[in-house]
C-alpha cells in the first residue's frame, strides 16, 4: 500500500516561506516509474500544479511560480520537499503531494496522492 502524507507549518505569514514535506511509504521516490509532484488547491478555485520531480532528482516547476518554487529530496528518509518563498494571502490553500506514472508522450497520471494540508498565509 502507497501511503504519502503532508507535513507542514499550518500557518505562515506573508512574506515568509512555506517549507513542505511529503513523506512516502510503499514505493520508492527513486524508482525510474514514478513522478512526485506537488499541489494545491485555493480556496473556491481549481487543483494547480505547482511542480514536479523525477526520480533521477530533475524537477520541473510551473512557470507561474518558477521564481518562488523549489522542489527536493531526501532519498535516504523517502521524502520530498516544496518551498515557496515571499508567499502571500493568495498562497492560502490546500496542498497535496501525488505520485506520477510514467506514460506515453510524457503523460504522467496521478494514482495517489496525500490527503492534502491547509496553509492559511495571514499576519
Known amino acids: 500500500q502507497v501511503n504519502l502524507q503532508e507535513s507542514g507549518p499550518g500557518l505562515v505569514k506573508p512574506s515568509q516561506t512555506l517549507s513542505l514535506t511529503c513523506s512516502v511509504s510503499?514505493?520508492?521516490?527513486?524508482?525510474?516509474?514514478?513522478?512526485w509532484s506537488w499541489n494545491r488547491r485555493p480556496p473556491g478555485k481549481g487543483l494547480e500544479c505547482m511542480g514536479v520531480?523525477?526520480?533521477?532528482?530533475?524537477?520541473y516547476n510551473s512557470p507561474s511560480l518558477k521564481s518562488r518554487t523549489s522542489i527536493s529530496r531526501d532519498t535516504s528518509k523517502n521524502q520530498f520537499s516544496l518551498q515557496l518563498t515571499s508567499v502571500t494571502p493568495e498562497d492560502t490553500a490546500v496542498y497535496y503531494c501525488?505520485?506520477?506514472?510514467?506514460?506515453?508522450?510524457?503523460?504522467?497520471?496521478?494514482?495517489?496522492w496525500g490527503q492534502g494540508i491547509q496553509i492559511s498565509v495571514s499576519s
Open positions: 501525488a505520485r506520477g506514472v510514467r506514460g506515453p508522450a510524457g503523460s504522467a497520471p496521478y494514482d495517489y
Open positions: 510503499g514505493a520508492s521516490i527513486t524508482t525510474r516509474r514514478y513522478v
Open positions: 520531480i523525477g526520480s533521477d532528482g530533475v524537477t
